[in-house]
C-alpha cells in the first residue's frame, strides 16, 4: 500500500482531563508515523484533542462530520467530511480507517467499537474498560487492549508488520 | 397518537433455538396489540423469527434491508425498506422505532442498543446479559430488563401510559 | 410476488393547485389498486396530497423521512421511517419502490428521477416537462410520460403484467 | 477560512476522450491552485482522470467511496473515505465540497448537480449540455457555465473572492 494509513480515533465527546492528554499524544504520535489521523470532527472532546495533536505535528486530520455545515467541524480538521448522516456517520468513521482506537466514551463510542468489529477491522481499546462481549474478538487478534498511546502505536505497528 | 406504535425489534442473525422462540413469541404478541413489528428485515435468526411471529397474527411487518435489493428480505416482512446503506441502516431500525427491543445478539445488535440509547429511545433487553456499562440509563428510565416476551409487552404499555 | 406492490411518489414539497389534485387523485387511484403509496412523508405539497389521497381510500402510507423524528410527517403518513440522513433518504424512496412516479417538482424530485434510472427502476413521469437526457431510458422502456393519473395506472399495470 | 478549498469533480464513470483529458486537466489546476480535489473516488472515468491530474501536480485527492472497501479506489486518490453507502455517498460528494464542478455524465452526475443546487452550492458545469432546468440557478448567481479547465478555475476564483 502506498497510501497513507489512516488511524481512526474514536471517544466520547465529553471527556475527562486525562483522556483529553491521552488524546492529544495520541494524535502526535500518529502524525509523528506520518499516518492520517481520522475522527468523527466535532469540536469537543477526543476529536478536537486527538485532532489539535495530530495538526500539531504537521498531520493531515480528517474529520467525517454528522451534520451538514463544515462549521461545526473542529478547528484542527484539515478536511471536514460533510456527511448530513447524522449518528449514521459512525459507519464510515469504522470503515474508512485501517485500524480504530477507542478512548473511553459513551454510547456512540461503543457503537462505533461494535460496528469495527461486526466489519472486521483491528480495534485498540486505550484505556477503555474490559468487557466480556469482546473477548472472542481478542482471540481472533481483532481486538486489543492498550493503556497508554505509546502502546496503542506499538500495536498498530503489530498489525501493519502482520498485514506485509 | 393515531398512528399505530412501531416496536424495533434487534437481535441476532445466528440465534439459537430458545431466542428464535422468544422472538416469534414476542411477534406474536405486538401484532395482537396492532403493533407494528420492525427489524433489519433479512431472512435469517431473530429477524425473521419475530417477523414470523407477527405476520402469523395478521400483523405489518416493516424490514429495513442493508442491501439494495427486496430479495434479501424474510418472506415474513411485508413492507421491505430497501435502504443500500449497509450498516448504517442500523440508525434507521433506532430512529424509526418507538420502542426498541433488542433480544441476544453480535455486534449489529449492540451497535444498536448503543445508538438506541444515544439517540434516547426506551430500549427493553430480553434475555440480554447485564451491562455496567447501561447502568445510567436504567436510572434514566430508558432501559429496562425483561425476562419473557410477556414482559417485553408489560414494559411497553408502561411506557405508553407514562407518556400519555 | 405476495407482496404489495410498492408505487413511490416523488415531487415538490411545492406544488401548485393542479399538481396537489393530481397527486391527491394518483394517491387514491394507488390505494384502489391495493398498492403501497410511499414518499418522502413530509407534511408539504405532493407529499402530503398523494399521501392524503391514499389514506382516504384506506391505503397503507409509508413515508421516508430527512429528519430524525416521526413529528415532521404528513399526518396522512401511516407509517413514518424516520432515516436522520437528510437528502441522503432520497435514494432510500427510490430503492424501495417497484415503480417511480415523477411529479412536477424542483431539484430533490430531479435527484431522485435520476437515481432511479441508475438504478433500473421503472419510471413513470405525469406532467412532467419532456427531457431529451431522458430518451435513451424510453428507448429501453425504463422511463414513460404520463398525463393523468390514470394514465400513470394504466402504465404500472403494464409493467406488472411484463413482470410476470 | 484557513482550510484549503475543496473541489468536488463530478462526472462520468464512462467519458470520452475529451472528457477525460479535460478532467486530468482540471485536476492539475486545481492542485496548482493548492485547492483539495474531492471526487467520487473510483478507478474510472472523469474520477480516475481527475485524481490523475491533482496526483501528477502533487495535489490531495480524496475519494467518497460508494462500497465498503478501499480497494475499489483509484490508485491516484490519497486519502479513500470509505462510505458503503451506494449511490447515497452522492449527498456526501455534494456536501463536503466548497464548489461543485461537473463534467458531462449520467444518471449519477445529474443526481449530484440536482443536489449540489438544492443544498445552496455553487456548480460549475464544463462542457454540460445547457438546460432550461437550471436556469433559475443561473439568475442566483448559483450556477455557471464554463467550456474549459481555465474557465472553471476564473469561475471558483470568483467564487472566493465573492465571499470574502
Known amino acids: 500500500m502506498n497510501r497513507p494509513l489512516i488511524i ?3 471517544g466520547g465527546g465529553l471527556a475527562g ?7 492529544y499524544t495520541l494524535g502526535t504520535l500518529v ?5 492520517v489521523l481520522l475522527n468523527g470532527g466535532r469540536d469537543t472532546g477526543v476529536m478536537t484533542a486527538s ?7 504537521g498531520g493531515l486530520t480528517i474529520g467525517i462530520l454528522p451534520g451538514s455545515t463544515p462549521k461545526e467541524a473542529s478547528e484542527y480538521i484539515r478536511i471536514p467530511i460533510v456527511t448530513g448522516l447524522g449518528n449514521a456517520r459512525n459507519c464510515i468513521n469504522v470503515l ?3 485500524v480504530v482506537v477507542a478512548c473511553p ?11 469495527a468489529l461486526k466489519c472486521g477491522k483491528p480495534v485498540i481499546l486505550l484505556n477503555y474498560e474490559k468487557d466480556k462481549r469482546f473477548e472472542p474478538f481478542q482471540h481472533t487478534g481483532h481486538l486489543f487492549y492498550a493503556s497508554s498511546p505509546h502502546e496503542v502505536i506499538a500495536h498498530v505497528q503489530k498489525f501493519i508488520s502482520r498485514d506485509e
Not at 31 to 35: G, H, I, L, R
Not at 105 to 115: D, H, K, R, V
Open 51 to 57: 485532532a489539535r495533536g495530530a495538526s500539531d505535528q
Open 17 to 23: 482531563a486525562k483522556e483529553m492528554e491521552d488524546a
Open 31 to 35: 502524525a509523528k508515523q506520518a499516518w
Open 105 to 115: 466514551g459513551g454510547m456512540g463510542t461503543l457503537s462505533e467499537i461494535a460496528l
Open 8 to 10: 481512526g480515533v474514536m
Open 96 to 98: 474508512s480507517s485501517d
